[in-house]
C-alpha cells in the first residue's frame, strides 16, 4: 500500500508540472494553443492561424539539428513578424534561453519594444507569466535589455553597434529588416551572429534571418538565401495536379474573363484566385539544394501565397502593372514589398522581359532538371565570372561529341579578396568533380590571379587544371595564345586570352543549328529562368566599318 501511495504521488507530482509547464512541439503548435493576436498588433485580431507555407519555417527554428542560419526572404504582409514573435515565445516557454534581436538603427529600440514586443507579450499569458517587469525606455537604451524570463533575456541591438555582437552568448538571434543593415566595421553581420551561438552549438541555437529582398548587388539576406538550401513553395493545378511554385513570369495581368490569374505551366489553364486556399493548403516546401539543410535552410515566399485579406491577386496586378509603365517608384515599391521573386537581379519591366525568337527556342524545350535523372559520361567543365561581391559558376558535362548539359549554375556570395569566398569555390570544384576551369580574371586581376595561384597545385593533385581567362574582342582562333595552365612554383598564374566573339559566334550557331538532343545539343532546365537566357543572348557580335576598314563590335541589348 505504501509502495501504491507513493505511485500515486509521483503521478499527481508528474501531471500538475505538465499542466504548468505544457510541452508543445513546435512554435506552431504553441502559437495555435496560446497566442492571440490583439488589435493593437494587427488590423485583423483573434485567435492566430498559421498560413501553411509558414510551417515549416517556423518549425525548422525548433530543431535540433546542425543547421544554424534560417533565411526568410520574403515580401511585406507574408507573415514574418508573426512568425519571429512564435520562434521567442516558443523559446522562452519550452526551451528558454538568451536572445539577440538586431534591427538596423539603434535609435529604433524603443520602437520595436513598443510596437513588436510589448503587444505580442501582453496578449499571450502564457508568456506574460514568464518574462520579468521590462526595462525602463532609459535603460533599455543604455544596456538594450529589453525583456528578462526566467533562463535568459532578450536585448536589442542595432546593426551600427560594435557592441551587437559582443555582448552574451545567445541562442536565438534575430536580424530582422536585414537589408536594411549598414555595413558592420567588424564583418559579415551572419558569421557574427552565428559566433554569439557557440555556447549553443548542437543545443538548438539558430541565426533567423529576416527581410524583403532590396537590390541584389547589397542585399544581405539574398546572399544568405543563395548559400541556402533555396526553397521554394510548389502548389498543385487545380486542374491537372501537377505541382509547381507560383513564379511572377506565370502570372497573367488579365485573361478572357479581364481577371487576373495564373497559368499552369504544365496544362497551360487558368488558376483563379478562388482556388489559392486550396493550392495553398495541399503545397509543401522543395529545398532546390537538400545538401545544403545541414547548415543553412532558406525559405522563399511572396504576396501570391498570402490570405486575400492581405493582399488580393488583382491588387497585384494593378502594382505591377504601375512597375511596368516605367515609373520608378512603382517598380521600386512592387520589387520589395510585393514580389520578392526576382531577387536574382535588378528590376526587369515586364514590357522588357518578352523573349525574341532565339530566347523562345530555347525556353520552350527546356527538360526536367537534371539531378538524379541522369548521369552523362565524359567530361565536366566550370566557368566563373568574378564580380565585386561574389564569384559565379556555371558547371557544363559534356557527353559523345559535344553533347551538354548545363548541370547547375552556383553563386558564392562574397567579395574576391576574401580568402573564404576561393575556397568555398574550391570546394564547389571538388564536389562538382570537374577536370577544367576558366575563370574570367579581367575585373581585379591580381586578387584573382593570386587566388588562383594559391589555390592551383591542390586542384591540379586533383585532377581539376584551371585557366585564368582574359577576353579579347576580336574575330580569328578562339586560343591565339598557348594554353597551358601554368607551374604555380615558378611564380603567379599567367592569364590566357580568349577572342570572346569567335566563342559567341560558335554558341550563336549551335544552339540554332543543332536542335535534337544528339551531337551538340545542348541542354538547359527548368532552372533556367527567362532573365538567364535574356542575359545568354544579350550581346551580339556585328561588322562596322572603322577608317574604311571592317572591325567587329560588341551590340549589347538591354536586358
Same mark, same amino acid.
Given at each position: 500500500?505504501?509502495?501504491?501511495?507513493?505511485?500515486?504521488?509521483?503521478?499527481?507530482?508528474?501531471?500538475?508540472?505538465?499542466?504548468?509547464?505544457?510541452?508543445?512541439?513546435?512554435?506552431?503548435?504553441?502559437?495555435?494553443?496560446?497566442?492571440?493576436?490583439?488589435?493593437?498588433?494587427?488590423?485583423?485580431?483573434?485567435?492566430?492561424?498559421?498560413?501553411?507555407?509558414?510551417?515549416?519555417?517556423?518549425?525548422?527554428?525548433?530543431?535540433?539539428?546542425?543547421?544554424?542560419?534560417?533565411?526568410?526572404?520574403?515580401?511585406?504582409?507574408?507573415?514574418?513578424?508573426?512568425?519571429?514573435?512564435?520562434?521567442?515565445?516558443?523559446?522562452?516557454?519550452?526551451?528558454?534561453?538568451?536572445?539577440?534581436?538586431?534591427?538596423?538603427?539603434?535609435?529604433?529600440?524603443?520602437?520595436?519594444?513598443?510596437?513588436?514586443?510589448?503587444?505580442?507579450?501582453?496578449?499571450?499569458?502564457?508568456?506574460?507569466?514568464?518574462?520579468?517587469?521590462?526595462?525602463?525606455?532609459?535603460?533599455?537604451?543604455?544596456?538594450?535589455?529589453?525583456?528578462?524570463?526566467?533562463?535568459?533575456?532578450?536585448?536589442?541591438?542595432?546593426?551600427?553597434?560594435?557592441?551587437?555582437?559582443?555582448?552574451?552568448?545567445?541562442?536565438?538571434?534575430?536580424?530582422?529588416?536585414?537589408?536594411?543593415?549598414?555595413?558592420?566595421?567588424?564583418?559579415?553581420?551572419?558569421?557574427?551572429?552565428?559566433?554569439?551561438?557557440?555556447?549553443?552549438?548542437?543545443?538548438?541555437?539558430?541565426?533567423?534571418?529576416?527581410?524583403?529582398?532590396?537590390?541584389?548587388?547589397?542585399?544581405?539576406?539574398?546572399?544568405?538565401?543563395?548559400?541556402?538550401?533555396? %526553397?521554394?513553395?510548389? /502548389? $498543385?493545378?487545380?486542374?491537372?495536379?501537377?505541382?509547381?511554385?507560383?513564379? =511572377?513570369? +506565370?502570372? !497573367?495581368? &488579365?485573361?478572357?474573363?479581364?481577371?487576373?490569374?495564373?497559368?499552369?505551366?504544365?496544362?497551360?489553364?487558368?488558376?483563379?484566385?478562388?482556388?489559392?486556399?486550396?493550392?495553398?493548403?495541399?503545397?509543401?516546401?522543395?529545398?532546390?539544394?537538400?545538401?545544403?539543410?545541414?547548415?543553412?535552410?532558406?525559405?522563399?515566399?511572396?504576396?501570391?501565397?498570402?490570405?486575400?485579406?492581405?493582399?488580393?491577386?488583382?491588387?497585384?496586378?494593378?502594382?505591377?502593372?504601375?512597375?511596368?509603365?516605367?515609373?520608378?517608384?512603382?517598380?521600386?515599391?512592387?520589387?520589395?514589398?510585393?514580389?520578392?521573386?526576382?531577387? %536574382?537581379?535588378?528590376? /526587369? $519591366?515586364?514590357?522588357?522581359?518578352?523573349?525574341?525568337?532565339?530566347?523562345? =527556342?530555347? +525556353?520552350? !524545350?527546356? &527538360?526536367?532538371?537534371?539531378?538524379?535523372?541522369?548521369?552523362?559520361?565524359?567530361?565536366?567543365?566550370?566557368?566563373?565570372?568574378?564580380?565585386?561581391?561574389?564569384?559565379?559558376?556555371?558547371?557544363?558535362?559534356?557527353?559523345?561529341?559535344?553533347?551538354?548539359?548545363?548541370?547547375?549554375?552556383?553563386?558564392?556570395?562574397?567579395?574576391?579578396?576574401?580568402?573564404?569566398?576561393?575556397?568555398?569555390?574550391?570546394?564547389?570544384?571538388?564536389?562538382?568533380?570537374?577536370?577544367?576551369?576558366?575563370?574570367?580574371?579581367?575585373?581585379?586581376?591580381?586578387?584573382?590571379?593570386?587566388?588562383?595561384?594559391?589555390?592551383?597545385?591542390?586542384?591540379?593533385?586533383?585532377?581539376?587544371?584551371?585557366?585564368?581567362?582574359?577576353?579579347?574582342?576580336?574575330?580569328?582562333?578562339?586560343?591565339?595564345?598557348?594554353?597551358?595552365?601554368?607551374?604555380?612554383?615558378?611564380?603567379?598564374?599567367?592569364?590566357?586570352?580568349?577572342?570572346?566573339?569567335?566563342?559567341?559566334?560558335?554558341?550563336?550557331?549551335?544552339?540554332?543549328?543543332?536542335?535534337?538532343?544528339?551531337?551538340?545539343?545542348?541542354?538547359?532546365?527548368?532552372?533556367?529562368?527567362?532573365?538567364?537566357?535574356?542575359?545568354?543572348?544579350?550581346?551580339?557580335?556585328?561588322?562596322?566599318?572603322?577608317?574604311?576598314?571592317?572591325?567587329?563590335?560588341?551590340?549589347?541589348?538591354?536586358?
Amino acid at each position: 500500500m505504501r509502495g501504491m501511495r507513493s505511485l500515486e504521488h509521483l503521478t499527481r507530482v508528474w501531471q500538475d508540472a505538465v499542466n504548468e509547464h505544457r510541452v508543445y512541439a513546435s512554435p506552431v503548435s504553441w502559437a495555435r494553443a496560446n497566442r492571440v493576436i490583439g488589435p493593437d498588433e494587427s488590423p485583423f485580431p483573434g485567435q492566430y492561424e498559421c498560413e501553411p507555407y509558414l510551417v515549416e519555417p517556423q518549425e525548422s527554428a525548433a530543431y535540433i539539428e546542425p543547421c544554424e542560419v534560417l533565411v526568410w526572404l520574403a515580401g511585406s504582409q507574408c507573415g514574418k513578424t508573426n512568425s519571429l514573435q512564435n520562434v521567442f515565445g516558443y523559446m522562452v516557454t519550452q526551451n528558454p534561453g538568451p536572445a539577440l534581436w538586431v534591427i538596423p538603427n539603434e535609435k529604433d529600440i524603443d520602437a520595436t519594444r513598443i510596437n513588436k514586443i510589448e503587444p505580442f507579450v501582453a496578449n499571450t499569458p502564457a508568456l506574460a507569466a514568464r518574462v520579468g517587469k521590462q526595462e525602463s525606455s532609459r535603460k533599455a537604451r543604455d544596456n538594450a535589455v529589453v525583456l528578462s524570463y526566467a533562463g535568459g533575456v532578450l536585448r536589442l541591438g542595432g546593426s551600427r553597434g560594435r557592441a551587437t555582437y559582443r555582448q552574451d552568448s545567445a541562442a536565438l538571434v534575430f536580424l530582422d529588416d536585414a537589408d536594411a543593415f549598414s555595413r558592420h566595421p567588424e564583418g559579415n553581420h551572419v558569421e557574427l551572429a552565428k559566433s554569439r551561438l557557440r555556447a549553443y552549438r548542437g543545443r538548438g541555437g539558430k541565426v533567423v534571418v529576416v527581410s524583403k529582398p532590396t537590390l541584389s548587388t547589397t542585399s544581405i539576406t539574398l546572399a544568405a538565401y543563395k548559400a541556402s538550401s533555396q %526553397a521554394v513553395y510548389e /502548389v $498543385p493545378c487545380p486542374h491537372c495536379g501537377a505541382f509547381f511554385v507560383l513564379w =511572377r513570369d +506565370y502570372f !497573367r495581368f &488579365e485573361d478572357e474573363k479581364r481577371r487576373p490569374c495564373f497559368e499552369c505551366p504544365h496544362c497551360s489553364r487558368a488558376i483563379y484566385e478562388e482556388a489559392k486556399p486550396e493550392m495553398v493548403r495541399n503545397g509543401y516546401w522543395k529545398h532546390r539544394h537538400p545538401e545544403r539543410e545541414w547548415t543553412s535552410k532558406g525559405y522563399h515566399f511572396w504576396a501570391a501565397y498570402t490570405p486575400r485579406r492581405y493582399r488580393r491577386w488583382d491588387d497585384m496586378a494593378a502594382a505591377l502593372r504601375k512597375a511596368n509603365a516605367h515609373q520608378a517608384e512603382g517598380a521600386q515599391e512592387t520589387k520589395q514589398t510585393v514580389l520578392g521573386e526576382d531577387w %536574382a537581379i535588378a528590376w /526587369v $519591366p515586364e514590357s522588357e522581359t518578352r523573349l525574341d525568337d532565339n530566347e523562345k =527556342r530555347i +525556353y520552350y !524545350r527546356r &527538360e526536367q532538371p537534371f539531378r538524379g535523372r541522369i548521369a552523362p559520361t565524359g567530361a565536366t567543365v566550370a566557368a566563373t565570372d568574378v564580380q565585386h561581391d561574389h564569384i559565379e559558376t556555371a558547371i557544363w558535362k559534356f557527353g559523345y561529341k559535344l553533347e551538354g548539359w548545363l548541370w547547375d549554375v552556383i553563386v558564392t556570395p562574397g567579395a574576391p579578396e576574401l580568402e573564404s569566398t576561393w575556397q568555398r569555390w574550391r570546394e564547389i570544384l571538388h564536389e562538382e568533380q570537374v577536370q577544367s576551369a576558366c575563370v574570367d580574371c579581367k575585373y581585379k586581376m591580381d586578387t584573382v590571379l593570386d587566388a588562383i595561384t594559391e589555390h592551383m597545385p591542390a586542384l591540379l593533385n586533383a585532377g581539376c587544371a584551371v585557366y585564368a581567362t582574359v577576353g579579347i574582342e576580336t574575330v580569328g582562333p578562339l586560343w591565339p595564345g598557348a594554353i597551358d595552365p601554368g607551374n604555380p612554383k615558378h611564380g603567379r598564374v599567367s592569364p590566357v586570352s580568349i577572342r570572346v566573339n569567335t566563342g559567341k559566334e560558335w554558341l550563336y550557331g549551335v544552339l540554332a543549328i543543332v536542335v535534337t538532343p544528339g551531337p551538340g545539343f545542348l541542354h538547359f532546365d527548368t532552372n533556367v529562368t527567362r532573365r538567364l537566357l535574356k542575359q545568354l543572348f544579350s550581346e551580339r557580335p556585328l561588322t562596322s566599318l572603322a577608317a574604311g576598314s571592317p572591325r567587329v563590335v560588341e551590340d549589347r541589348k538591354r536586358i
